[in-house]
């Protein structure tokens, strides 16, 4: 499953993809690989233990 999150519009969604995966270990994309429409917003692939993925889920709530 996917699903595209929302980020303000003034953070770089490339940066804000390179901290969530260097401080949280967390692998996301940059909505902005799929259109310009898509630049406010990260595209997060739903896989692996649920634990795991509700604790991404909860880190990547806390930074947006």
């Known amino acids: 499953f996917y699903l595209f999150i929302p980020i303000s519009k003034n953070v770089n969604g490339n940066n804000f993809c390179l901290d969530l995966l260097n401080e949280d270990k967390i692998a996301v994309t940059?909505?902005?690989a799929f259109g310009k429409v898509f630049s406010s917003?990260?595209?997060v692939a739903f896989c692996g233990v649920f634990d795991?993925?509700?604790h991404g889920l909860k880190s990547i709530v806390s930074k947006v």
């Open 30 to 32: 940059p909505g902005i």
């Open 41 to 43: 917003f990260l595209r």
């Open 52 to 54: 795991d993925i509700a």
